[in-house]
């Protein structure tokens, strides 16, 4: 399968964000609405443009294996092109999913995904990883799943009618589920899948939680924001929120959206809320109602 040229390949790109909008390269406006939000930013270089057309060739994406199971493996563009986020690729037995979402696609990322059988959906956890996911979902002739909470912040129209605007919990493919989170936007997404939860920047895992043998009570692993850039917190509200989606759901991994952000271990849900505990009693909230839950 060769590359095909879509209308979208002349279309606008954020360098910053990586969103991509119903708007000619040649028409670009003095800001991006997605870098204007409090939750994103503009560079101190200022606003800056590109397009697929103009961006190819100064790329590769990098596609590795995990190392912890090999059905997984994490694709990146060098040098990054927007945020610097992984798009997830899942082998699963009742097809393949792509979790979230990066702006540059090509040829070798074209072959590697057909190779593996194409595509069965593709998911996005929030705006900030739209990017150019109509041509990702038109080459490969798949869905591509957002939050309906989230709907206002889509920058492209939809001819193909390839998007699907999902709340609460919706079932992907068999033993797939997206889950409506809420937080960082209203519609933030994680998707949960054997008994790994990918949890982009719903919550993002810390360092203190990346080493956790022989490791005392009371260490953060997870933090919860609305704007990580810009290190804007979520309220308690938001954050009971978050645990309310997730305490149906087992998991003994987190996956998230940047490279070393991958989490293992048996008692992680354990940790996630211990986790939530610890951010809100420190802001100052100590009568928030996650200090009461239990698993």
């Not at 390949?9 to 991509?20: A, S």
């Not at 899942?90 to 702006?103: A, C, E, F, K, R």
């Not at 991994?253 to 009693?281: C, P, W």
Request: hydrophobic fraction near 35%; include cysteine.
């Amino acid at each position: 399968m060769s590359v095909p040229k879509f209308d979208g390949d002349d279309l606008l790109i954020c360098v910053t964000c990586g969103t991509q909008f119903d708007i000619p390269y040649d028409q670009a406006p003095k800001s991006c609405r997605i870098c204007d939000d409090p939750r994103q930013y503009v560079p101190p270089g200022g606003q800056s443009w590109s397009s697929l057309a103009l961006e190819k060739g100064k790329h590769k994406n990098k596609i590795e294996q995990d190392k912890y199971d090999e059905r997984i493996w994490f694709i990146t563009t060098e040098p990054k092109l927007g945020i610097g986020e992984r798009t997830i690729f899942l082998q699963t037995p009742s097809g393949n999913i792509l979790w979230d979402l990066i702006s540059y696609l090509d040829q070798a990322t074209i072959d590697f995904i057909t190779s593996k059988g194409g595509l069965s959906a593709i998911v996005i956890s929030h705006p900030h990883f739209y990017t150019t996911h109509l041509d990702w979902a038109k080459t490969f002739d798949c869905p591509v799943y957002t939050a309906a909470a989230d709907a206002e912040w889509l920058n492209r129209k939809d001819p193909y009618e390839q998007r699907k605007l999902i709340e609460g919990q919706t079932k992907i493919i068999e033993g797939v589920t997206a889950i409506q989170c809420g937080g960082h936007f209203d519609g933030s997404m994680v998707l949960h899948w054997d008994d790994k939860l990918f949890i982009a920047d719903t919550m993002m895992s810390v360092p203190s939680g990346l080493y956790h043998k022989d490791r005392p009570p009371g260490t953060s692993s997870y933090s919860f924001m609305w704007s990580y850039p810009n290190m804007i917190p979520l309220t308690p509200t938001k954050i009971q929120g978050i645990w309310n989606a997730l305490k149906p759901f087992a998991f003994t991994s987190t996956y998230g959206g940047f490279d070393g952000q991958n989490v293992h271990r048996s008692d992680i849900k354990e940790a996630v809320l211990e986790s939530m505990k610890i951010f809100v009693k420190a802001a100052g909230h100590e009568h928030a109602t996650v200090l009461e839950e239990t698993l």
